[in-house]
């Protein structure tokens, strides 16, 4: 999340969505009666206009909406926001009755509040520093996959296929190959990745090479990787090479604390607690170190409400909240126990 302007003794949060981590933090945020400013469209009839609606113009408008619902579609990465139109940069937008807006990634917004809670504050300000974005790279002379990682969410650009022949030879250059994979980086890359390049055999070297020569940026090779593609990209994540470059940062944490609670299960310890009514009680006492949830958690058919009233809960008395990546096999887990695991400072009583 990029936080433009952010002064709470005055109410507001200037802010752009980066991620579906961002989104989350933004669920958790949004509260009925907040004023959510963002741009948007909207039909405008002219005056001497009766008909059907569809008959108006669908105009560009700023908006300011007194938020009455919100809501968090993560299986499409948005949250949908509704309220009443309390302020409009163009006259002719009726103020009357309610308008919806969608935010998703590259969403800029400005959000007021009342009162800035020490939660809201830590969810645009949180006291960790993440750590840089992930470029990766899995490739061998067949194929190469690419991907980043973000927080504790991959995302799968594409596979790139070289049309090689099994063995080296004369009659193919492998040159084009190489090219094209250092386009794909070059149209990914953002300031601040971090570059990460692995695979069997030699070609993830001069894949390194062809990028730092383009992009003048470091490129790490790791070694010990046999897996390409995107099969290739999720593997670089679990290695424990790569483990020991990102140590720091959030999708480590997370690996480790899931790590901590399947352990913590199979050896009967009473100090973990898994499903969302589980983890509510533990959250209510204060007994919640850290939680994970799954970002497929409303498969299971939890409340929305509860469940964000929980993870803020345990985040309002000193505990961590991590968003897991279904799609990976730490989210996996997370998924397979209810969609939210969390570790105990303590045991409670049955």
Same mark, same amino acid.
């Given at each position: 999340?990029?936080?433009?302007?952010?002064?709470?003794?005055?109410?507001?949060?200037?802010?752009?969505?980066?991620?579906?981590?961002?989104?989350?933090?933004?669920?958790?945020?949004?509260?009925?009666?907040?004023?959510?400013?963002?741009?948007?469209?909207?039909?405008?009839?002219?005056?001497?206009?009766?008909?059907?609606?569809?008959?108006?113009?669908?105009?560009?408008?700023?908006?300011?909406?007194?938020?009455?619902?919100?809501?968090?579609?993560?299986?499409?990465?948005?949250?949908?926001?509704?309220?009443?139109?309390?302020?409009?940069?163009?006259?002719?937008?009726?103020?009357?009755?309610?308008?919806?807006?969608?935010?998703?990634?590259?969403?800029?917004?400005?959000?007021?509040?009342?009162?800035?809670?020490?939660?809201?504050?830590?969810?645009?300000?949180?006291?960790?520093?993440?750590?840089?974005?992930?470029?990766?790279?899995?490739?061998?002379?067949?194929?190469?996959?690419?991907?980043?990682?973000?927080?504790?969410?991959?995302?799968?650009?594409?596979?790139?296929?070289?049309?090689?022949?099994?063995?080296?030879?004369?009659?193919? +250059?492998?040159?084009?190959?190489? +090219?094209?994979?250092?386009?794909?980086?070059?149209?990914?890359?953002? @300031?601040?990745?971090?570059?990460?390049?692995?695979?069997?055999?030699?070609?993830?070297?001069?894949?390194?090479?062809?990028?730092?020569?383009?992009?003048?940026?470091?490129?790490?090779?790791?070694?010990?990787?046999?897996?390409?593609?995107?099969?290739?990209?999720?593997?670089?994540?679990?290695?424990?090479?790569?483990?020991?470059?990102?140590?720091?940062?959030?999708?480590?944490?997370?690996?480790?604390?899931?790590?901590?609670?399947?352990?913590?299960?199979?050896?009967?310890?009473?100090?973990?607690?898994?499903?969302?009514?589980?983890?509510?009680?533990?959250?209510?006492?204060?007994?919640?170190?850290?939680?994970?949830?799954?970002?497929?958690?409303?498969?299971?058919?939890?409340? @929305? @409400?509860?469940?964000?009233?929980?993870?803020?809960?345990?985040?309002?008395?000193?505990?961590?909240?991590?968003?897991?990546?279904?799609?990976?096999?730490?989210?996996?887990?997370?998924?397979?126990?209810?969609?939210?695991?969390?570790?105990?400072?303590?045991?409670?009583?049955?």
């Amino acid at each position: 999340m990029i936080v433009n302007e952010f002064n709470p003794k005055r109410g507001f949060c200037s802010l752009t969505i980066e991620s579906a981590e961002d989104l989350w933090t933004l669920r958790r945020l949004i509260a009925k009666g907040d004023v959510l400013v963002t741009r948007s469209s909207r039909v405008v009839k002219r005056e001497d206009e009766y008909s059907r609606p569809d008959k108006g113009e669908r105009v560009k408008v700023t908006l300011a909406l007194s938020v009455d619902e919100v809501h968090l579609d993560s299986s499409i990465e948005r949250v949908r926001v509704r309220g009443t139109i309390v302020e409009a940069s163009d006259e002719s937008v009726t103020k009357v009755g309610s308008h919806s807006v969608t935010l998703s990634p590259g969403h800029s917004l400005t959000l007021r509040k009342r009162e800035w809670t020490p939660l809201g504050m830590r969810l645009v300000r949180p006291p960790r520093r993440l750590s840089s974005r992930f470029l990766l790279v899995a490739a061998d002379r067949r194929e190469a996959g690419v991907g980043t990682l973000s927080g504790s969410h991959l995302t799968f650009v594409t596979t790139i296929e070289s049309g090689l022949g099994g063995k080296m030879g004369d009659e193919q +250059s492998p040159k084009p190959y190489i +090219s094209k994979v250092a386009d794909v980086v070059a149209l990914t890359l953002r @300031e601040g990745d971090r570059v990460v390049a692995a695979g069997p055999g030699n070609f993830k070297n001069a894949i390194s090479n062809q990028i730092k020569e383009r992009q003048s940026i470091p490129v790490t090779v790791l070694e010990g990787l046999d897996l390409t593609g995107a099969d290739g990209v999720r593997a670089l994540i679990k290695a424990k090479s790569f483990e020991s470059l990102a140590k720091d940062s959030l999708v480590v944490e997370l690996q480790k604390l899931v790590a901590e609670v399947v352990k913590r299960i199979s050896m009967g310890d009473a100090k973990v607690a898994y499903t969302l009514p589980r983890v509510k009680a533990a959250a209510a006492t204060g007994a919640v170190e850290a939680c994970a949830v799954s970002d497929d958690v409303f498969a299971t058919g939890v409340d @929305e @409400e509860e469940l964000v009233e929980t993870l803020n809960t345990v985040e309002g008395k000193g505990g961590s909240v991590y968003l897991a990546d279904s799609s990976m096999e730490y989210g996996k887990q997370v998924s397979a126990f209810g969609g939210i695991v969390a570790l105990l400072r303590y045991a409670l009583r049955a």
